[in-house]
């Protein structure tokens, strides 16, 4: 089966999802089964903190320097750190939308120090990890829905959004959320990827079509398949001997190992990932 072929394939499937009404179902119960099956076969999951497929810098020796502990999550840490550089986050109310497990926001809060740090994701699984795992001083980690932010207007200064709107409902619905909840002034960061053209077109209608100001979309394929090749062999090592080999193949494919249909996609240009800074119109206070 070619890469082509499988990523028209799980779009066909995401939109039949659609037109039934069960992608959520999908996001949230399919994946919190699958978590919970592999926590009660003790299947030790407290190393998988981030699940984006990273950014290795084209200029090496810009790579941020990293505590011991973080060293493993370099690539993931390098997406969240080359998404959100451009704007200082100490002493800033961030909402993070889609946290995953959580790592990306444990990095934030230890190197940027905002005063106030909220990661958010649909799944109670993972919000239950987040929970479990990181204690830090004005981190809090929530349940809820992009698209249906449980926030006050105006609340943040910042949002965090990684790898993660190819799942959600409606792509307006959520940006329209992110414009509520920020200050004006405040600034939205959004990293993600589309499998084809028509998908890439579709997301670049959607972000010139809101309130925000765009000051600047970059296509960081090339960074990301970097990331993917250096982290590739140290990915498999985690899972290799865990995974039942009946699912093995479909974990490689989705963490995008080197040889996998997802992978190719970045090499032959079916994927392509972009990285984007809007800012709410209006002065920040
Ligand atoms: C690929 S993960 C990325 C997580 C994190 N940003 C990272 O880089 O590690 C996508 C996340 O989006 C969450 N998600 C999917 N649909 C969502 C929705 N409608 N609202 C909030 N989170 C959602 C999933 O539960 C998952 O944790």
Known sequence: MSGKFFNELSWRLRKVADFLGVRKYFNTKLYNLILIRAEK????????????????PT???TRPQLLPEDKEDRVCIQLYQHLVETVAMAGKSVLEVS???GGGASYAVRYLKPKHYVGLDLSPTNIAFCRRQYDHEGLEFVEGDADDLPFDDEE?????NIEASNGY???????????RVLKPGGHLFFADLRHNE?????LREHLDATAFEQISCDDITGNVLAALTLDSDRKVGLVKDKVPPFFLGSFYNFAAIKGTHMYKGF????????????????KSS
């Open 41 to 56: 076969t003790n299947f030790d999951l407290g190393f998988w903190k981030f699940m984006n497929y990273g950014y290795e």
């Open 59 to 61: 200029d090496p020796t």
């Open 99 to 101: 946290c995953g497990r």
């Open 156 to 160: 943040f200064d910042i949002v965090v």
């Open 169 to 179: 409902d409606s792509i307006p619905i959520f940006f329209e959320q992110v414009h």
């Open 198 to 202: 028509k998908q890439l077109n579709e």
């Open 267 to 282: 090499e032959n240009g079916d994927n392509t990932y972009l990285s984007c800074r809007l800012t709410k119109a209006g």
